[in-house]
């Protein structure tokens, strides 16, 4: 580009227009390229495009609500996130399970080990993530896209916490009931699992708006319990205040509206939190109250007294002596008096000073097969309820007229809690003993309501004998002297008994191990609930009257006073007050 | 003036051309980065945002600068060097952090500027500038070459160190171009490139990530499969075939695709849009082509010429280097689509840029003479008296150049 001799640079037109066409060449290309890909090739491409980001996405039904008699929400499902990993495209394993067990709160050794022993391509990490955390486990996934993902998932939350744990029990990791009403309502509350076809982002999440339904999940339906929350509450408070004081290993309580069986309150102690289940033994699991069998001790000595009573083996004027101990068979039966005995006294004087001797005269008068009879009507000897995890016991094979005996007064007959409780409403509601009922109705999806009628298992006394033996258990606990004078309310009758009795440990019963318990009913004059407080391995000195009584006291003062229960107006049935559905 | 310019109004093609690409970009910048947004729940609406401040900006700068008068643009376009070169220090002055923020300034809080664009488009000005007084004087050339190359060599080494291996390639390779126009030998063009193609690959090679895309890309032309980034490229310009899925239909920018509202918006608006969008976008860059190299062979002055050629140059070339990289032709280079691409300087400088061009296209002479005939008159209008050539100009550059 030599220019020669004087000249003047005109600018250069030609190298301007050569430029041009060099990058008019450049587009050119481009567009041929762009023919090439979105033209010829546009269909692998649609392909590629469809098989990374079409994908069947799995639709969680709902798992139903249980509710407590008023509706209030006991467990329910919440939104909630699964994390799941392809352990084979993860580049940094170490990384990756230390900043995501950070945000989950799950130790980062134990993910990186899962991970590193995964043999599949595709692992869960973490499948009820809080919803919140969301943000979070994003920022994770934004480093390694193609192996970390998230998906929408559900998780169980108790929002009342520790309330009535063992009742409801709690949902695994597949969000399957493994305990409690969760477990044995599992195929109503479950519901099912829909599916749907659609887009999903690089995180796994699906894309709104992008998915076609091609089943729709079905929730699964709600359970109305028949429990109260403010009186399992107020139970649940008394129990644990309770236990704790008297250094008692554990403890239960029920509380039964007398006259259709539905359990209004059902407390364990110790318990623990559903959300957590896995941070305590799995015995804590279990319902006490309906899986415990124990020897209920003197509380079997009215529900003695009333068969033998209704049967004519005894009449209520009959008298009975005490003189400290019985001899029968090659067995001695004593009363823990420290002198003599309780001396001459009648059927309601036997109850009132839980004279054994007494008692044990009633049994033997009554016989084998009447005591056998009554046990078995007593559906003793059967489940005491289906709806959630409970046991039974045969009675003993050798029922010779020491069992006879031992029978009236509680020993040598094991039952659980609810079995005793539902006696005990029998006897308050002038003798029809009531299945006891946990779950008042199963509301599904399409909004159908099955109710769980109450069940009628059998009348067991005649009224009149029922009522008689109730207003004996008054005294009890009204007279100064009686044994369970510790459960008296003030402003309301209370009929109850108390209990203590030994534990039975392969075959012997152990020294200085007392179940002690108290069971009664309120009001007396019109009786409305049945309550039973049982307390497991109280030590030496233990008594139903000085241990469990005050507990049962303080259940029923609260429940009148502060939750107002209506205890005046028996006639009203509960279920028409309350269940608004 | 003279009376060969025709007209005092800007060209209003190219001003279209340009606000159909913006305003492409702004719908597709949204689709795009809503969806990101909502994966990472950002601010489904904030990237659009920034963009729609850039835009005014970009517009304003676009409008006011269309109207300065190229003499004067001669005159600033030393200050506007220093000034890019004062920025892109500043840049480098704030404390090392990841690899990206010695890229930024903040202006304003939420507003970041990235002296890197603004230090391609005053290199330009000043090598026009410089182009303009060396006027092929032949006495002047040794001069000509050492300020040109060293101003290059000077921003280039700012930009790169920021560090922006592309912009820096981009902007010494239209300043080559701009020295070429503006007369330098054909030796001394191929030792500027041989020095180019060095350095950038010395910096290629140096620079991890750069070097990393590069092997990739490597491997792509024997047959390996593209990068993560540029396979997802493909996939969405591909499956958005002829008619593309609908606009918002994407995939894609669900996190797929890393960058997807910036450097990548093209392969979005291949997805959603389809074939028929991206040729248009093709054909607009080819309008902006057109209209800026007629308003730089119609300019009535030597810089006029050379700005509007090397900013026209600028910006078409940077929108062929990114379309390149989403079609996998080139290794992946982090340029965003001119007015398209999210990302508020680039926007913003580049519509300044565009109004440069504008301002040199109102002095647009319908019949083209020698350039040089006028840029006697104007040196004889500062006392230099030159004689007056005239005749048909393009025959005589043939001989020139030859």
Redesign the interface.
């Known amino acids: ?3 020669e001799g004087p ?11 050569l ?2 066409m060099g ?2 060449l ?2 050119a ?3 041929t ?3 090439w ?3 010829f ?2 269909e ?3 392909k ?3 098989d ?2 079409q994908d069947t996405i799995d639709l969680a039904a709902r798992r139903g609500t249980i509710t407590d008699r008023l509706g209030r929400e006991l467990a329910v499902d919440r939104p909630a996130i699964a994390v799941y990993v392809h352990p084979p495209r993860l580049q940094d394993v170490h990384r990756t399970a230390e900043s995501l067990g950070e945000i989950l709160g799950i130790p980062a050794d134990s993910i990186e080990r899962r991970i590193r022993q995964c043999s599949e391509s595709f692992m869960y990490v973490d499948r009820q993530a809080d919803a919140t955390l ?2 979070r486990i ?1 920022e994770v996934v ?1 480093k390694e ?2 192996a970390i993902g998230i998906q929408p998932a559900v998780r169980r939350v108790y929002p009342k916490g520790t309330l009535a744990a063992d009742l409801l029990g709690f949902t695994g990791i597949d969000h399957n009931g493994l305990s409690g009403l969760e477990a044995s309502f599992e195929e109503r509350l479950h519901g099912k699992d829909g599916v749907a076809e659609g ?1 999903r ?3 796994g ?1 699906p ?2 708006h992008r998915t076609t339904t091609l089943t729709p999940p079905q929730d699964g339906a709600s359970l109305r319990l028949t429990l109260d929350v403010r009186v399992q509450e107020a139970c649940e408070r008394e129990l644990a205040e309770g236990v704790e004081a008297v250094g008692a290993e554990a403890g239960c309580v029920i509380v039964m509206d007398v006259r259709n069986g539905d359990v209004l309150a059902a407390c364990d102690y110790p318990t623990y939190n559903p959300s957590d289940y896995l941070s305590v033994p799995e015995e804590v699991w279990t319902p006490r109250f309906s899986f415990w069998t124990y020897e209920p001790g003197s509380t079997m000595k009215p529900l003695v007294a009333a068969m033998a009573l209704a049967e004519g083996y005894v009449t209520a004027s009959q008298s009975f002596y005490c003189g400290g101990s019985m001899p029968v068979g090659v067995w001695e039966v004593g009363c823990h008096q420290p002198s003599g005995g309780h001396g001459w006294q009648d059927l309601a004087g036997v109850l009132k000073y839980s004279c054994n001797v007494g008692v044990a005269q009633v049994g033997l008068a009554a016989g084998r097969d009447a005591l056998t009879r009554l046990f078995e009507r007593l559906h003793f000897t059967k489940l005491a309820t289906r709806e959630i995890t409970a046991q039974c016991h045969p009675l003993p094979e050798t029922r010779d007229s020491a069992w006879c005996a031992t029978a009236s007064f509680g020993q040598g007959v094991s039952i659980t809690p609810l079995h005793l409780v539902s006696a005990y409403a029998a006897l308050a509601n002038g003798g029809t003993l009531m299945r006891p009922r946990f779950v008042a109705a199963a509301v599904d999806a399409q909004g159908r309501t099955k109710e769980f009628p109450p069940t009628v298992l059998g009348q067991i006394y005649p009224k009149h004998v029922a009522d008689q033996i109730v207003s004996m258990l008054t005294h009890v606990v009204e007279d100064e002297d009686g044994t369970g004078y510790r459960a008296k309310v003030p402003g309301c009758t209370v009929a109850g008994k108390t209990g203590t009795a030994q534990v039975v440990a392969n075959g012997v019963y152990l020294p200085d191990t007392y179940v002690v318990s108290f069971a009664g009913i309120f009001p007396a004059e019109a009786p409305r609930y049945a309550a039973v407080v049982v307390l497991d391995k109280a030590g030496a000195d233990a008594y139903g009257g000085t241990l469990a009584a005050p507990i049962f006291r303080d259940i029923a003062q609260s429940l009148i006073t502060d939750l107002n229960l209506p205890v005046e107006k028996p006639d009203k049935p509960i279920e028409e007050a309350t269940s608004a559905e | 003036m003279d009376k060969g310019i025709v007209r005092s109004q800007h060209d209003q093609v190219l001003f279209i051309a340009i606000c159909v690409l913006t305003a492409i970009g702004l719908v597709m910048v949204y689709s795009a980065s809503y969806a990101y947004a909502s994966l990472t729940d950002a601010d489904p609406e904030g990237v659009l945002r920034r963009q729609l401040t850039a835009v005014g900006l970009g517009l304003v700068a676009l409008l006011v600068l269309s109207y300065v008068p190229s003499k004067a643009l001669c005159r600033l376009a030393p200050a506007s060097g220093m000034v890019a070169m004062g920025l892109l220090l500043l840049a480098l002055g704030r404390p090392v952090g990841p690899e990206e923020t010695k890229r930024f300034i903040t202006l304003i809080p939420g507003l970041t500027l990235q002296p890197s664009t603004i230090g391609g488009v005053a290199l330009i000005s000043c090598l026009a500038a410089l182009g303009h007084w060396y006027a092929g004087i032949e006495d002047r050339y040794g001069r000509f070459v050492a300020i040109g190359l060293s101003a290059t060599a000077g921003m280039c080494l700012l930009i790169l160190v920021a560090p922006n291996l592309s912009t820096t390639l981009l902007t010494a390779t239209t300043a080559i171009v701009v020295l070429l126009i503006a007369g330098l030998k054909p030796r001394d063009f191929l030792c500027s490139v041989g020095f180019v193609v060095l350095g950038g690959a010395i910096a290629a090679w140096t620079t991890s990530y750069m070097g990393k895309r590069i092997a990739e890309h490597l491997a792509l032309l024997r047959g390996a499969e593209p990068g993560y980034q540029v396979t997802h490229a493909l996939i969405g310009l591909g499956s958005g075939g002829a008619l593309g899925k609908g606009l918002c239909r994407g995939v894609e920018k669900f996190g797929y695709l890393p960058e997807v509202h910036n450097d990548m918006i093209f392969a979005a608006i291949g997805e959603e849009l389809g074939l028929v969008m991206t040729l248009l976008i093709v054909a607009l860059y080819g309008l902006v082509l057109i209209r800026g190299f007629r308003a730089a062979l119609g300019a009535p002055t030597l810089f006029g010429r050379y700005l509007a050629a090397g900013l026209t140059t600028l910006i078409t070339g940077q929108a062929v280097i990114n379309m390149l990289v989403v079609t996998a032709m080139v290794p992946v280079t982090g340029l965003p689509l001119p007015f398209v691409s999210a990302g508020g300087t680039s926007v913003a400088v580049l519509l300044g840029a565009a109004g440069l061009i504008l301002s040199v296209s109102r002095e647009y002479t319908e019949e083209p003479r020698e350039v040089a005939d006028r840029r006697a008159d104007t040196d004889s209008n500062r006392g230099n008296g030159r004689t007056r050539v005239s005749g048909s100009g393009r025959g005589r550059f043939a001989s020139r150049i030859g």
């Open positions: 580009m030599a220019t000249t003047i640079w005109h600018g250069s037109a030609q190298r301007t227009r430029v041009r990058l008019f450049c587009l290309f481009i567009i390229r762009l023919i890909i979105q033209g090739q546009h692998y491409y649609k590629r495009s469809h990374i980001t969301k943000p994003l934004k896209p193609q887009e982002d690089v995180t999440w894309i709104p």
